[in-house]
Nanobody
Framework: KVELVESGGGSVQAGGSLRLSCTASGFTSDYSDMGWYRQTPGNKCELVSSVNSDGITRYADSMKGRFTISQDNAKNAVYLQMNSLKPEDTAVYFC??????????????????????WGQGTQVTVSS
C-alpha cells in the first residue's frame, strides 16, 4: 500500500517561511511526478509545484521565486520550502504522487481521486 506522510505545516506571520516534507512508502514501481497541491479556504484546488523523476520542477506562477521544491530520491521524499508567505497562501497543502505528469491532470479535487496517490494534508495558516 502506498502511503504519503506530510509534515511541517503550521501558522506563521506574513513574510515568514515554512518547509513542508513528504515521505512516500510502498511504491512498487517508479512514479512520474511528486508534488504539492493546496486547497484554499474557498475550496479551490490548485497545483502548487511538482518535480518529476528527472528532477524537472514546475511552479504555479504565483509561487515562482517564493517556493522551492526539492526531492530526495533515496528517501522517496519531496520537500517544499515556502518563503515570503502571504495570507493568500493559507490553505491545506497535500502531497501527491502519480505515474502521470501532475501538470497534465485536470479537474483535480484535492485529496481525492484523479491523482493516483495523496497525503492526508497539512494546514498552513499565514496571518497578516
Amino acid at each position: 500500500k502506498v502511503e504519503l506522510v506530510e509534515s511541517g505545516g503550521g501558522s506563521v506571520q506574513a513574510g515568514g517561511s515554512l518547509r513542508l516534507s513528504c515521505t512516500a512508502s510502498g511504491f512498487t514501481s517508479d512514479y512520474s511526478d511528486m508534488g504539492w497541491y493546496r486547497q484554499t479556504p474557498g475550496n479551490k484546488c490548485e497545483l502548487v509545484s511538482s518535480v518529476n523523476s528527472d528532477g524537472i520542477t514546475r511552479y504555479a506562477d504565483s509561487m515562482k521565486g517564493r517556493f522551492t521544491i526539492s526531492q530526495d530520491n533515496a528517501k522517496n521524499a519531496v520537500y517544499l520550502q515556502m518563503n515570503s508567505l502571504k495570507p493568500e497562501d493559507t490553505a491545506v497543502y497535500f502531497c501527491a504522487a502519480d505515474d502521470f505528469p501532475l501538470l497534465l491532470r485536470h479537474q483535480v479535487s484535492c485529496g481525492v481521486g484523479t491523482v493516483k496517490y495523496w497525503g492526508q494534508g497539512t494546514q498552513v495558516t499565514v496571518s497578516s
